[in-house]
């Protein structure tokens, strides 16, 4: 007697991420009943074993786990690219934007950002930001798995908008204590929903945007609800200049001091780490996530996670922010952290495709600490995967002996749009590149029309006038 299951994705490259390698199986297949993966192998022996409700031909197609993008931003979509080409991005691009956000611009750019990642075959969404109307609904409804990071910091109003370098930013306590309560609502309200896809960190935004006292309460409060703590760290010599003015140390080691480097920590960019600094935060047990494009953009730098992972860390991979990094794409992820890699170390044997394929899959899972969940197409995780037109022809031929090329080519030659389907947790999100769970055309329509007003009250506020971009414009450049 045969056992029935809802799917059977079959003749497909299969490519599980089980093991040390990327565990292909030729003419594989994967069983799927609710939520959950039931049969992984070879398309024969699967179709033998079960009774099929619908049957998904990926013959010519790869099928691969869902991608993990591991650190986002993703309402910085309504204001893509305003933010790359400078120095001092943040302080002399972004900031007046921030300054002008709205929850309704702000929830614009979130589904549009979403939208482009779905398309580009993301099904984990490692979503960062100050929460706006709907903003957990959003993804809950949408049916991607999310873990939701609301942002923590003590800055006053107007944050960043008019700081100089060298100045030390004031820190409001009572900002602090506001974020800290609605960071404990969203967790108290959403960690665990959706049947689980939905669930929560808390993210203390930097330790030089909080004092000691508020990062150990959240230290102690992440503890007690079992969270994890999702941090940038290190993230540029700003940071670092701001933490030698007030303590003395360098990231690092104060984290080190105030017992914040742990399996807990989910550490993000590392940009001004030295390997030194970031081997110590991996031996600690704390896993990294690394946003190559966007890093690269807004610093011109390649952070240590060589040496990260050389210390035994685990290493994720994210998009960021569309501001500065210009997309939500972990197929831009990959390529462009494996190229930087090599030319970094000039060693072309570095970051290897199977590895940065891992980063954004099993071994992003473990990062994030969903590693017993997803990452890999294994029976009883959840079933989170992607199919991927490999008769593209930037994807073309495909060759199985005596090297098989699919996944290089997957790395170096994919650009997101060969992806042709998308599930999580058994649930079909697109389908032949059309998404079934969201009105494209209404998100982009309702995303420009924010973006032009969010540009609008930037224009009308004097303090644009020291974007360093202006110059560009002045001379014809953009």
């Known amino acids: ?102 929850p309704a611009a702000a929830m614009a750019g979130t589904r549009l950002n979403t939208l482009e990642a779905i398309k580009a075959g993301t099904t984990t969404f490692v979503e960062y930001a100050k929460p706006a109307p709907g903003w957990a609904a959003f993804f809950a409804q949408v049916g991607v798995r999310a873990r939701l990071t609301p942002t923590i910091n003590a800055l006053p109003p107007g944050g960043m908008a008019g700081w100089r370098m060298g100045d030390l930013y004031p820190l409001d306590s009572s900002v602090a204590e506001r974020d800290i309560e609605a960071a404990q609502a969203l967790a108290r309200d959403w960690h665990g929903a959706a049947d689980g896809r939905i669930t929560v960190m808390f993210g203390p935004q930097a330790p030089d945007m909080l004092s000691r006292e508020h990062l150990l309460k959240i ?26 003015q007030r303590y003395g140390q360098r990231t690092p080691a104060y984290l080190e001091e105030i017992g914040y480097l742990d399996r807990q920590l989910l550490a993000v960019h590392l ?107 294994e029976v009883g995780k959840q079933a989170d995967l992607i199919l991927v037109d490999l008769t593209a022809p930037n994807l073309s031929p495909v060759l199985n002996t005596p090297i098989r090329n699919v996944v290089p080519n997957l790395v170096y030659a994919a650009s997101g749009h060969e992806v042709q389907t998308s599930m999580v947790a058994g649930r079909i999100l697109m389908r032949d590149r059309e998404v079934l769970v969201a009105d494209e055309r209404a998100i982009r329509a309702e995303t420009q029309i924010e973006a032009e007003a969010l540009a609008r009250r930037v224009a009308a506020d004097p303090v644009h006038g020291g974007m360093a971009l202006l110059t560009a414009m002045e001379a014809g450049q953009l």
């Open 1 to 102: 007697m045969t056992e029935y299951v809802d799917y059977l994705i079959m003749h497909g490259h299969l490519f599980t991420m089980r093991g040390e390698g990327v565990g292909c199986v030729a003419d594989g297949a994967v069983a799927i009943a609710g939520d959950c993966i039931v049969g992984v192998g070879p398309t024969d022996d699967l179709l033998e074993r079960f009774t099929v409700g619908e049957t998904i031909d990926a013959s010519d197609q790869a099928v691969l786990p869902g991608l993990i993008d591991a650190h986002m931003h993703a309402r910085w979509a309504v204001a893509r690219g305003v933010a790359q080409d400078v120095t001092h991005w943040m302080q002399r691009a972004l900031a007046p934007y921030a300054r002008h956000m709205t």
């Open 219 to 244: 230290k102690r409060l992440a503890d007690r609800d079992g969270l994890m703590i999702h941090m940038h760290v290190a993230q540029g010599d700003r940071e670092i200049e701001q933490m030698l």
């Open 271 to 377: 940009t001004e780490a030295t390997d030194e600094e970031a081997a110590l935060v991996a031996r600690r047990g704390a896993s990294m996530a690394l946003c190559s494009g966007s890093i690269g953009v807004i610093d011109g730098i390649v952070p240590p996670a060589r040496a990260f992972r050389d210390a035994g860390g685990r290493v994720a991979l994210g998009s960021d922010q569309t501001s500065g990094n210009n997309c939500a794409n972990l197929f831009n992820e990959m390529k462009l952290t494996a190229l930087f890699n090599k030319i970094k170390y000039r060693d072309p044997t570095v970051m290897p495709a199977w590895e940065v394929l891992r980063m954004a899959t099993i071994e992003g899972a473990w990062a994030i600490g969903l590693g017993e969940q997803i990452g890999s197409l």
